[in-house]
């Protein structure tokens, strides 16, 4: 699957993981149940691999626009 994203909805995406991961890996440390520690495991899991993967995306110069063929 993909997903297609402005470059604003990245960023936003982006500052969004980011502010959220703290509290979640708290969650995780506090959490009692080994069923729903495992489900936020997951979850932060694919958080920080979104997280690294649009970090990648914002930080990269947009690529220039090929010029229109004749």
């Known amino acids: 699957m993909q997903i297609h994203l402005t470059d604003q909805e990245a960023h936003n995406l982006h500052d969004l993981l980011h502010d959220y991961l703290p509290a979640l890996r708290r969650e995780v440390a506090r959490t009692d149940s080994k069923e729903f520690r ?32 004749r």
Request: aromatic share 0%; net charge negative.
């Open 38 to 69: 495992h489900l936020l495991v997951q979850r932060l899991d694919l958080a920080e691999r979104l997280l690294v993967d649009l970090s990648r995306e914002v930080a990269a110069p947009a690529a220039p626009a090929a010029p229109a063929a």
